[in-house]
C-alpha cells in the first residue's frame, strides 16, 4: 500500500520558517519525481517545486524562489520543503505528490495545513 504522508505544518508568524516532509513508503521512493503542491483558501492547487529522481529541484513559482527550496534524502524515502521568511499569502494546505511518469503512477499525499498569521 503506497503512503506519502506530511509533516511539520502549523500555524508561525510572518518572517518565520517551516520545514515540510514528505514520507513515502510502499514505492521504489528513488524512481520518483517527487513535487509540493499548495491550496490556498478558496483557492485552486498549484505547483510549488518539484525534484528529480536525481535530485534536480525547480521551484515553480516566483514569489518563492529566494524563499523556499525542496530536497530529498533517497535514504529515508522522504522529500523536504523548507520555507523560510514565510508570509501571510503562503497559508495553504500543502500536498505531496510522486509521480513515475514511465511507469504510469501517480501518488498524493493526504496534505497539511500551513498557517501564516501576525
Known amino acids: 500500500q503506497v503512503q506519502l504522508v506530511e509533516s511539520g505544518g502549523g500555524q508561525v508568524q510572518p518572517g518565520e520558517s517551516l520545514r515540510l516532509s514528505c514520507a513515502a513508503s510502499?514505492?521504489?521512493?528513488?524512481?520518483?519525481?517527487m513535487s509540493w503542491y499548495r491550496q490556498p483558501p478558496g483557492k485552486g492547487r498549484e505547483l510549488v517545486a518539484a525534484i528529480t529522481t536525481t535530485g534536480v529541484p525547480t521551484i515553480y513559482t516566483g514569489s518563492m524562489k529566494d524563499r523556499f527550496s525542496i530536497s530529498r534524502d533517497n535514504a529515508k524515502n522522504t522529500v523536504y520543503l523548507q520555507m523560510d521568511n514565510l508570509k501571510l499569502e503562503d497559508t495553504a494546505v500543502y500536498f505531496c505528490e510522486a509521480q513515475d511518469i514511465k511507469a504510469g503512477s501517480d501518488y498524493w499525499g493526504k496534505g497539511i495545513l500551513v498557517t501564516v498569521s501576525s
Open positions: 510502499g514505492i521504489t521512493f528513488s524512481t520518483y519525481t
